[in-house]
């Protein structure tokens, strides 16, 4: 079988993460916060672990703060984490910067992984 698609959804199939159109206007903020953002993952996750088609990124209890799904190509984070990080981040820039670090985060762990979204879940 085969499918017959346009050069727009080609490239919308090939692309990797981008910011959500809402959200784009602020991406010139992102770096004055990224390193914050980043310090306060990288003092969540303190374990990883790999199952078929998923790794998990975990704190010290072994709860998934992190898990990428491979078939979808999606990031997911715990919205405990986020919860966490907004006593002292403000709300405004964790709403706008926290699925950029988290997949800045992720691609430094795993370079080779293709990140298509990130998104928040209820991680069990």
């Known amino acids: 079988m085969k499918f017959i698609i346009t050069e727009d959804q080609l490239r919308l199939l090939s692309e990797e993460y981008r910011r959500d159109r809402w959200d784009a206007e602020y991406s010139d903020e992102y770096p004055k916060y990224k ?3 980043m310090k306060m993952i990288h ?3 303190k374990a990883w672990g790999k199952r078929p088609e998923s790794i998990y990124l975990m704190d010290e209890e072994g709860n998934p ?3 990428y799904r491979e078939p979808s190509k999606t990031l997911y ?3 405990s984490i ?3 990080m ?3 981040i403000p709300y405004h820039i ?3 910067h926290f699925k950029n670090a988290a997949y800045d985060y992720f691609k430094e762990l795993f370079p080779d992984v293709e990140i ?3 998104s928040g879940a209820n991680i069990v």
Do not use: C, H
């Open 43 to 45: 003092q969540n996750v």
């Open 82 to 84: 986020d919860d966490e």
């Open 86 to 88: 907004q006593d002292i």
């Open 77 to 79: 984070y715990d919205y």
């Open 116 to 118: 298509k979204e990130v």
């Open 35 to 37: 390193s914050i953002l």
């Open 65 to 67: 703060l992190f898990t």
């Open 94 to 96: 964790m709403a706008r």
